[in-house]
């Protein structure tokens, strides 16, 4: 005749139930658990150096709004503080290409600025549009064969003004790098 053997494990089963009702009311096992991180969203900003270009892009809230990119070269002196700042962009996807500039306010405002590329042809004039106590802020629109032309510059150009004291000003830019620059631009849809 067969006798059944007791469970070992029947005279622990009370004791686990009680244990595991326990720890679930106990206050670690209680909390909340933390959410499940949100996905990764699209950076607001991000940059990319291409030789002396860097292109930096943004999410923008107005005038437009969505992804806006823009090319930048600052310049700086000896000492490492900035001098001017060239920016090549637009705002919107159909406006034109422009280039913008950000120089010391110490000008001359009745001499016309100048884009000289450095490769023999006519100067680009350059249109002073403010000054305040930050610097001047002066563009020209780029057309598809001044970029072209700028593509294939392999030295620098140099925005000419003249300062306050009527000393002619020559800010070097360089074209190191504006080819590849471009093409990321491009890409962005800009």
């Known amino acids: ?17 009680a244990l595991l009702v326990g720890l679930a009311a106990s206050p670690a096992w209680s909390q909340q658990r933390p959410a499940a991180p949100a996905p990764a969203a699209t950076p607001e900003r991000t940059s990319a150096t291409y030789g002396d270009w860097v292109m930096r892009c943004e999410t923008r809230t ?13 310049l700086q002196d000896q000492r490492g503080q900035p001098v001017a ?28 600025m100048r884009l000289n590329l450095g490769d023999n042809s006519q100067s680009i004039p350059v249109t002073l549009k403010a000054c305040g106590p930050r610097g001047c802020v002066a563009d020209t629109e780029l057309s598809a064969a001044l970029l ?43």
Do not use: H, K, W
Not at 87 to 97: F, H, M, N, S, V
Not at 151 to 176: C, H, I, K, M
């Open 1 to 17: 005749m067969m006798r059944a053997r007791p469970d070992p494990d029947s005279s622990m089963r009370p004791f686990l139930a």
């Open 62 to 74: 107005a005038p437009a709004t969505g992804r806006g990119c823009e090319l930048l070269q600052s």
């Open 85 to 112: 700042q060239f920016a090549l962009g637009r705002i919107q996807r159909e406006d034109p290409t422009r280039l913008v500039v950000l120089i010391p306010s110490n000008i001359t405002v009745a001499v016309p």
């Open 148 to 190: 072209t032309r700028m593509r294939a510059r392999e030295t620098r150009g140099q925005l000419e003004y003249r300062d306050a004291l009527n000393a002619e000003v020559a800010l070097p830019f360089s074209t190191r790098g504006l080819g590849q620059a471009l093409d990321a631009l491009g890409r962005e849809g800009f």
